[in-house]
């Protein structure tokens, strides 16, 4: 199967949006309607939402995604089959995520110091008729390959510790072991981390 990778670019919001209401959850997933926005989503955004009309209110993630990637501020790895985008890997520098800060979720700074330049990748998001053929797992080489020529010291992502379940956003252990990740036990999970060979740039 030829499956092309590549970084998220600001050009494709609309490619993005069309995989996430025609193709992300066509098998009836919970997470149907996310946009993959949630990292970036505070308090005040669902304020402002929830005072909208009720038939207003799912337009609203669809359309923060279209702005925040084409402001360059979701970031992430698609692949694409047939001109088409099948699946997202959500990625980016840890602290451009809101619900990633060191207030929000301090656990997850265990081990990291002030100076480090960390990866998150926050979800997986994989067509189902493409589960089981390796997407998730070429995202997450490509993000590490990604990560250690443009000047990262570390990549982590947040893992289920037991079996796969799609409505576990960042897949199972298994798989990131299998790439050389650390596992690190925290007080309300794990986190999954791999120290990478820093070079100049952060594109991400």
């Given at each position: 199967?030829d499956?092309?990778?590549?970084?998220?670019?600001?050009?494709?919001?609309?490619?993005?949006?069309?995989?996430?209401?025609?193709?992300?959850?066509?098998?009836?997933?919970?997470?149907?309607?996310?946009?993959?926005?949630?990292?970036?989503?505070?308090?005040?955004?669902?304020?402002?939402?929830?005072?909208?009309?009720?038939?207003?209110?799912?337009?609203?993630?669809?359309?923060?995604?279209?702005?925040?990637?084409?402001?360059?501020?979701?970031?992430?790895?698609?692949?694409?089959?047939?001109?088409?985008?099948?699946?997202?890997?959500?990625?980016?520098?840890?602290?451009?995520?809101?619900?990633?800060?060191?207030?929000?979720?301090p656990?997850?700074?265990?081990?990291?110091?002030?100076?480090?330049?960390v990866?998150?990748?926050?979800?997986?998001t994989?067509?189902?008729?493409?589960?089981?053929?390796?997407?998730?797992?070429?995202?997450?080489?490509?993000?590490?390959?990604?990560?250690?020529?443009?000047g990262?010291?570390?990549?982590?992502?947040?893992?289920?510790?037991?079996?796969?379940?799609?409505n576990?956003?960042?897949?199972?252990?298994?798989?990131?072991?299998?790439?050389?990740?650390?596992?690190?036990?925290?007080?309300?999970?794990?986190?999954?981390?791999?120290?990478?060979?820093?070079?100049?740039?952060?594109?991400?």
């Amino acid at each position: 199967m030829d499956i092309k990778i590549q970084a998220l670019d600001s050009g494709m919001a609309l490619q993005y949006v069309d995989f996430f209401e025609n193709r992300a959850f066509s098998d009836g997933n919970i997470n149907k309607g996310c946009y993959c926005v949630w990292h970036h989503w505070t308090e005040k955004h669902e304020y402002e939402r929830s005072l909208l009309p009720a038939e207003e209110r799912p337009s609203v993630k669809r359309n923060y995604a279209i702005d925040l990637i084409e402001q360059d501020r979701l970031h992430g790895f698609v692949a694409w089959h047939e001109n088409k985008i099948i699946g997202f890997c959500n990625a980016d520098l840890k602290n451009n995520y809101f619900r990633m800060s060191k207030e929000k979720n301090p656990d997850s700074w265990t081990g990291i110091d002030n100076n480090n330049k960390v990866m998150a990748i926050v979800c997986f998001t994989i067509d189902p008729n493409y589960r089981g053929k390796g997407i998730a797992k070429k995202l997450l080489s490509y993000a590490c390959d990604f990560a250690s020529h443009n000047g990262y010291d570390y990549i982590e992502s947040y893992p289920s510790d037991g079996e796969f379940n799609p409505n576990l956003c960042c897949g199972n252990r298994s798989m990131y072991e299998s790439q050389g990740f650390t596992i690190i036990n925290v007080s309300d999970g794990i986190v999954a981390r791999k120290q990478v060979n820093g070079c100049e740039e952060h594109n991400v």
